[in-house]
Structure formats: C-alpha cells, structure tokens
C-alpha cells in the first residue's frame, strides 16, 4: 500500500510538472505571438521591405512622373510609399510631407506617413497622423487598424479592440484587422473568439505565417494540440526560415513527451535566429534529449 501510495504521488507529481511546463512554454509563446504581425525574428518592424516596389527602376519612373507634374499630391504619396518600401524613410517622408502640403485632404498620404513615424519610434505624431487621416475619412479603415496597433503596442487593449471592431464593421478586406483583433482575444485568453479571428484572417491572406501561428497558440492554449501542429507546420511550409514557428512546433512535441523532436525543432529555431529567447528557453528545458 505504501509503495502504492509513494508511485500515485510520483504519478501526480509529473502530471503537476507536465502542466506546469506546458504552460509556462504557452505563456512564453504567446508573448512572442503577440508581436508576430508587426515583427521579424530580427526586431520590430511595421512596414514589409519589397524589393520590386522600393527598386531603384520604380523610384526613377515615379520620379520623372512628379518631374512632369510637379504639384501632384498623389505621385508624391506613390514614391513615397515606393521609399518606404525601399526602406528610405527620410525620403518617404519628405514625400508623404509634400504630398499632404499640396492637398491638406488626403487622408491616405496622413496614414502612410504614420507607418513611418512609427518605424522611426515617433508613436506620438503616428497618433497625429492617424487622428487627422480619419477626421477627413471617418469610414478609412486601414487607418482605424494602423491606430488600434499603435494602442496594442502602447498596452492599450481596450482602445486597439476599439478601433479594429471599427475597421472590420467596415468591412474591410484587410486581414491585419481580424488577425491583430485575434492576438486581443488571445491575450485575454478568449481563444474561440481569438481563433474564429485568425482563421478569417488566413481566409482573407492564405500565406501569410501570423495567422497560422496565433491560431497555434491558441488551439495549444486550449490543449488542441493536433490542430495546432497542423497551423505551425502549415506556417513552417510557407516559411522554413521563421523561428517563431519551429519554436511553436517544438512546443507541441514537448508537450507530446517527444522530447527528441521538440529538442530538433528548438535547435533549428535557434540556428536561425540565436537571440530568439522563446526557443533558447525551450532548448534548455528539455536539454539534451535524444
């Protein structure tokens, strides 16, 4: 009977730690899954660099248009958004500037130049720009996202579920506005309202990663763990070289006592991004499992 009594305690025991690993690994995930739609493996970013847009072959074209018309406001909110792809930020600037000199209404050329006040950490003239983007345009949507990310960002949850609940009653087609509202709903642990959000999300931009993994998370946070190795290899298959899905992968094989494959996945993430913290802490956890 005692010995009985001692293997039911080892029993509960690892049950406890089991759980309690489970869950801080989810904690620690759904952190990092928090910043996925505005961020890189590498830091935060809140404008997506394309070479075709931002080339050197695109900025010269739209050059010579303004060259011919000189007081088009929106030639100058095209290049502008072209710099900004490029990654030119002072230019894209001084564009978006001149744009909303030549018409003090162009509502769009305020929001764009708020994405890149933002880049540049000037969150207080991004709100401006916002502001008075939606004083013009009280129905512009993608404006009423690109604030409600900036209240996320400041941990401001009720003004950012706010401004995305407007966008989307607008219909917008933009997925950011379901996904970002989702990532609202995760961090306050509503995960079938987070979930229904990420898959409108993957509906609406079907490869695109941060879906795929902020429905992970919370199909894992709800012990879903099928689905959620389903949405992180989905993600990884779009993109091998995003480390925040291997470490969403290796959490679910840790979870499954597949300690070998969870160690493989923790150590690929690693490999592409070494200071990615989620996965560092999930490599030591299970150590050098074989």
């Not at 002072?90 to 933002?118: H, S, V």
């Not at 950011?176 to 898959?199: C, M, P, T, V, W």
């Not at 999300?201 to 879906?211: D, G, K």
């Amino acid at each position: 009977m005692a010995a009985g009594s001692i293997g039911m305690v080892s029993t509960r025991q690892r049950t406890r730690s089991s759980n309690a690993r489970r869950l801080a690994g989810v904690a620690a995930l759904l952190a990092a899954g928090f910043l996925a739609g505005c961020q890189s493996s590498g830091g935060p970013s809140v404008i997506s660099l394309d070479p075709a847009q931002g080339s050197s072959q695109n900025i010269d074209s739209l050059s010579q248009v303004i060259e011919r018309n000189p007081n088009d406001a929106s030639s100058y909110n095209v290049r502008g958004m072209a710099y900004g792809q490029a990654g030119d930020y002072r230019k894209a600037m001084d564009d978006f500037n001149r744009a909303t000199q030549l018409d003090p209404k162009f509502y769009e050329a305020y929001a764009n130049r708020a994405l890149i006040e933002r880049q540049r950490g000037d969150q207080r003239s991004a709100l401006g720009d916002y502001n008075q983007a939606l004083q013009i345009n009280p129905q512009y949507a993608d404006a009423y996202i690109g604030r409600g990310n900036l209240f996320r960002e400041a941990g401001q949850p009720d003004d950012a579920l706010s401004d995305y609940n407007r966008a989307i009653a607008l219909n917008t087609t933009n997925p950011r506005a379901r996904y970002n509202r989702g990532l609202i709903y995760q961090q306050r642990g509503q995960h079938a309202k987070a979930i229904e959000d990420f898959s409108a999300a993957i509906s609406l931009s079907p490869r695109a990663t941060q879906p795929y993994n902020g429905r992970g998370l919370s199909y894992l946070a709800t012990k879903d763990d099928e689905n959620a190795l389903a949405d992180f290899n989905t993600a990884i298959e779009l993109d091998r070289q995003n480390p925040v899905s291997w470490t969403n992968q290796g959490l679910v094989y840790e979870d499954e006592g597949m300690l070998a494959k969870a160690r493989r996945s923790y150590a690929y993430a690693t490999n592409l991004d070494p200071n990615y913290r989620p996965a560092k802490e999930g490599l030591a956890r299970v150590g050098n499992a074989t």
